[in-house]
């Protein structure tokens, strides 16, 4: 009867887990969505302080990274980190793809989300 009680307990911890580890993320990507539609606003209004906002996302996407790179996959924070690395140069030579690459970012971080959900597959 104690092995089934700690093998509920521990499912229970994992779970537990689990399911912070996705709020955290979640709190996260929506402060990065926040900072993403900022960016992508001011730049299709042209507005003077896009730089700005690209400084912002930055500094946020370096917190992001270290917040959940004991959580996360690397590839993916990295990845993620790159791109953002990539928005100021792409602003400053009117690239078109510019907000193609904040699209990649919002997909990266609804991708660091969505291998963290919590599954029977990953648990078993």
């Known amino acids: 009867m ?8 521990i499912i229970a911890l994992i779970l537990v887990a689990g399911y ?10 929506d402060r ?14 042209q507005s003077p ?3 700005e906002n690209i400084f912002e996302l930055e500094r946020y996407v370096a917190v992001y990274s270290k917040r ?8 993916l924070l990295g990845e993620m ?26 997909e990266y971080a609804r991708m660091i989300l969505e291998s963290e959900k919590v599954t029977w597959s990953k648990i078993l």
């Open 68 to 75: 959940l790179g004991w959580i996360v996959n690397d590839e």
């Open 2 to 9: 104690k092995r089934i009680a700690i093998s509920i307990t």
């Open 20 to 29: 912070s580890a996705v709020a955290l993320i979640d709190s996260g990507n």
């Open 49 to 51: 302080d896009v730089e």
């Open 81 to 106: 980190e790159l791109s953002t690395a990539r928005l100021r140069p792409m602003y400053r030579s009117d690239s078109d793809e510019f907000l193609a690459e904040c699209a990649q970012i919002k």
């Open 32 to 45: 990065l969505y926040g900072k993403l539609e900022l960016v992508t606003d001011s730049y299709r209004s």
